[in-house]
């Protein structure tokens, strides 16, 4: 299937306010700029202590509970806030370990609205399948870490200062953080953005930065090298594309190494914001992922769509996102006979009444209890999930609708050069 030289201006309805929040991240973005070299120390000093080397073997399995180290003593003096994070982090057991991990990850929401400027200022590269999790090396060993705080593998690499057995340039204390994605088939690490280098912290920088400097620095270490005695695993970069009409068919329909779980989509100015974000947004469709409706427990697509949401001390039902979303309320004689309590996540169906967006906004969803949800989970579903779940079962947001949306003169106006991110 080649591109359209020419195609009809597309434009869907919105469903949300996806772009005003957009807009919004990126006002904050530029108003304030946190202590980033503290955040990264923060999160490499969690990752790498939270549970001593000797006691806890590799996991190659999910867990529902996990067991963290007690408090460690840090090596400064006085404490900063960031500090006491780290300290509140390694006391943390099962759900509230899996909450914590989850929301240092920059989470993509899911596209129900074409973004403004698509070609502009938003890269598009294709995700691959597999585990998310973060990679640390420090002090002569390399760690990666899944989203609720198990350890993944534990390993020396070729990353700075991650083997024992290699020259390293620099401090011994200084560390690396990437944000990688673990395919199984193929044991490589892909890294999908770069949070901290040899102790420099990226966490404010834009993502044409993180991603430029993911490109040149990874391949100099020979990371990207095939395993060997002092590099377990191979770690590797993804195409990453402007996303005009040729960038989104080349990830969209290129072979690729690994198999794809959807496209992601960064926006050019994000920095690396920890929890949801607008600023980043993920698209499937039965072509690029195995995976485009959730199925229920026992791996089946259950004919009414299924959320989870949070229960609140009030009865409000809401989604994960910042600020939340309400989906309803149920009232206190019920959470009373089912035994239910605030911060419970609770499973519904939604009914044949459906969902009603006015104005891009929910007015009212028609929902169902189901019960409680797995026990692994630590989040309630986000607004943009929803929506998409929802819109994928009755007016999916389709590859032709986003070229439409990407005028040929917007492809002119665009940089021509893709960053071909291959290791």
């Known amino acids: 299937m080649a591109p359209h030289d020419v195609r009809r201006p597309f434009k869907r309805a919105a469903i949300s306010d996806q772009q005003r929040r957009r807009d919004l991240t990126l006002e904050r973005q530029a108003q304030s700029r946190r202590d980033a070299q ?177 490109n040149s620095k990874l391949g100099e270490t020979g990371a990207c090298d095939p395993p060997s005695h002092s590099h377990k695993y191979r770690f590797s970069t993804v195409p990453v594309y402007n996303c005009d009409q040729s960038g989104l068919y080349a990830a969209y329909s290129g072979a690729t190494p690994y198999v794809k779980d959807g496209l992601l989509f960064c926006n050019k100015h994000a920095h690396y914001q920890t929890g949801n974000t607008p600023l980043a947004l993920v698209w499937k469709d039965q072509n690029c992922s195995q995976y485009v409706i959730d199925t229920d427990n026992k791996g089946q697509v259950p004919a009414q769509q299924q959320v989870v949401l949070e229960l609140q001390n009030d009865g409000q039902l809401i989604t994960s996102d910042d600020p939340p979303v309400s989906f309803g309320c149920v009232d206190s004689e019920f959470i009373q006979k089912s035994g239910l309590s605030s911060g419970d996540l609770l499973r519904f169906a939604i009914g044949d009444g459906g969902l009603s967006i006015v104005d891009g906004k929910l007015e009212k969803a028609d929902l169902l209890y189901l019960g409680r949800p797995n026990r692994a989970r630590a989040f309630a579903d986000s607004y943009s999930k929803v929506m998409f779940q929802h819109t994928v079962r009755h007016c999916p947001l389709k590859f032709e609708d986003l070229l439409s949306s990407i005028h040929p003169s917007d492809d002119q106006q665009s940089k021509p050069c893709d960053i071909e991110m291959t290791g």
């Open 38 to 214: 503290n955040q990264a120390r923060c999160l490499a000093s969690t990752i790498l202590s939270l549970q001593s080397q000797s006691s806890e073997p590799e996991h190659h399995h999910h867990q529902n509970d996990i067991e963290l180290a007690p408090e460690t003593e840090q090596e400064e003096h006085v404490a900063s806030s960031k500090d006491l994070d780290v300290r509140h982090a390694a006391r943390l057991r099962g759900a509230e370990a899996r909450k914590w991990f989850a929301g240092q990850l920059m989470l993509p929401e899911w596209m129900i609205d074409v973004p403004d400027r698509l070609s502009q200022d938003w890269y598009v590269f294709a995700r691959p399948a597999g585990k998310r999790c973060f990679v640390v090396s420090s002090n002569g060993t390399t760690v990666s870490r899944q989203r609720n705080g198990s350890i993944l593998h534990r390993f020396p690499s070729a990353l700075p200062n991650g083997a024992k057995t290699r020259d390293v340039s620099g401090p011994a204390s200084s560390y690396s953080i990437l944000d990688c994605i673990f395919h199984e088939s193929d044991q490589t690490y892909y890294v999908i953005d770069m949070v901290c280098w040899r102790g420099y912290s990226l966490y404010d920088c834009t993502a044409e930065f993180r991603f430029f400097w993911l």
